[in-house]
């Protein structure tokens, strides 16, 4: 594992971490996205179907485990825990705009025609848009709290790190996934307007507000 997997892995980890003690914390899941959460948990759920199925090592088993069970504990807060301060109202994202064309693409492009390979390669695209619903509901509200910024740089980070990972790979192992890596930039680039926002307000101390 190199060390581009690692902090990526890890700023993943720190990014659920933070969003589930935020929840936790304020009582409250006020600003959060259940859409984008209920998408993540798919996401989850169709990636590490595997490990029904095989077996790589402890640390890769210990990780999927952490991010499914931390997915539907979110979801579990968002629409039952807290639900009374679920701001339903502002997340109407359409979902479905996002599974349908996702889940026709994984049937058509994917590195093999099999279940677990389709399910694995929507799982890639899907995380992609994932978080279209949050900076959706960011938009509409106008502004998010400074430990939501947060919960997103992380999320951000952690792809941005897996683009270099598969940089890494390419040249060092000579291992190139066409899937994972067009799906990386795509969901990074969403990132980017975020980023920009982010070091030049939230480090600054001042309210983050996306352009609606």
């Known amino acids: 594992m190199n060390v581009f997997r690692l902090t990526g892995d890890l700023s993943h980890l720190a990014a659920i971490i933070i969003l589930l003690l935020k929840i936790w914390k304020t009582r409250s899941c006020a600003g959060i996205s259940g859409k984008s959460q209920i998408l993540f948990a798919l996401v989850f759920t169709t990636r590490y179907l595997d490990l029904l199925t095989s077996f790589i090592s402890l640390y890769n088993t210990c990780m999927k485990m952490i991010y499914i069970g931390c997915a539907f504990a979110t979801v579990y807060l968002i629409y039952m825990k807290f639900k009374a ?92 996934d066409m899937i994972a890596i067009v799906a990386g930039v795509v969901q990074t680039i969403l990132y980017c307007d975020f980023f920009y926002l982010y070091f030049t307000k939230v480090l600054k101390g001042k309210k983050l507000s996306l352009p609606a």
């Open 85 to 176: 301060t679920y701001d339903g109202n502002h997340d109407s994202f359409r979902v479905e705009f996002l599974v349908v064309p996702v889940g026709g693409l994984a049937v058509l492009v994917n590195h093999d025609f099999a279940l677990l390979e389709i399910l694995w390669t929507f799982s890639i695209y899907l995380e992609s848009v994932a978080i279209l619903p949050q900076l959706f509901m960011i938009s509409k509200t106008g502004e998010a709290e400074t430990i939501t910024t947060h919960y997103l740089f992380c999320l951000g980070l952690y792809r941005t790190l897996y683009l270099f990972n598969w940089i890494w790979r390419f040249y060092f192992e000579g291992f190139f």
